[in-house]
T-cell receptor, first 115, second 111 residues
Framework: NAGVMQNPRHLVRRRGQEARLRCSPM?????VYWYRQLPEEGLKFMVY????????ESGMPKERFSAEFPKEGPSILRIQQVVRGDSAAYFC?????????????FGPGTRLLVL | GENVEQHPSTLSVQEGDSAVIKCTYS??????FPWYKQELGKGPQLIID?????GEKKDQRIAVTLNKTAKHFSLHITETQPEDSAVYFC??????????FGKGTRLSVIA
């Protein structure tokens, strides 16, 4: 059973461009969580999605950031008009069960660098 | 909201010695406390978790203790090995709220 997959692993964007980060959960998992990690910092929750639904987006900036988890295909975290402060590692995790206290299986992350 | 403090930020131990990492939390309603290990270039991996209905949980060389009164919990690794070297994160939450992570402890096990 393949683990959580994220791509790309590394992404370089210039200020003002768009970044699209993809996450394929483990087989059979229908719950996805996105986190951001700055250097030397812990993970900061961004959003929790189930298929076709956003359950909790309390950690997502109100502007420029959006997330989706369609019925078919990977979950997408989209950052529009990127700024240097968006440079970070973005991790997604998946779970087979609903909720925020279930075991979350993390992917390897996407490292975004904004020039 | 919840706030999690983690100490120390770095820890070096000799192979075979024990390592202890401590976390404090602020929300007395928090009832779930997982610990994650993150190796270089990889995503975090859950190594052990504890819920507030127990005070201690053990899995081979790893144990976690929880003191609800003092609002702190600790990770204990015994007989450390070089492959235990990694960054360890604690986290806490109450039901239906997102996990809040500590800033991490970089553990180095010296052979």
């Amino acid at each position: 059973n393949a683990g959580v997959m994220q791509n790309p692993r590394h992404l370089v964007r210039r200020r003002g461009q768009e970044a699209r980060l993809r996450c394929s959960p483990m087989k059979g998992h229908s719950h996805v969580y996105w986190y951001r990690q700055l250097p030397e910092e812990g993970l900061k929750f961004m959003v929790y999605l189930q298929k076709e639904n956003i359950i909790d987006e309390s950690g997502m900036p109100k502007e420029r950031f959006s997330a989706e988890f369609p019925k078919e295909g990977p979950s997408i975290l989209r950052i529009q008009q990127v700024v240097r402060g968006d440079s970070a590692a973005y991790f997604c995790a998946s779970s087979p069960n609903p909720g925020l206290q279930e075991t979350q299986y993390f992917g390897p992350g996407t490292r975004l660098l904004v020039l | 909201g919840e706030n999690v403090e983690q100490h120390p930020s770095t820890l070096s131990v000799q192979e075979g010695d024990s390592a202890v990492i401590k976390c404090t939390y602020s929300d007395s309603a928090s009832n779930y406390f997982p610990w994650y290990k993150q190796e270089l270039g990889k995503g975090p991996q859950l190594i052990i978790d504890i819920r507030s209905n127990v005070g201690e949980k053990k899995d081979q060389r790893i144990a976690v203790t929880l003191n609800k009164t003092a609002k702190h919990f600790s990770l204990h690794i015994t007989e450390t090995q070089p492959e235990d070297s990694a960054v360890y994160f604690c986290a806490a939450n109450r039901i239906n709220t997102p996990l809040v992570f500590g800033k991490g402890t970089r553990l180095s096990v010296i052979a």
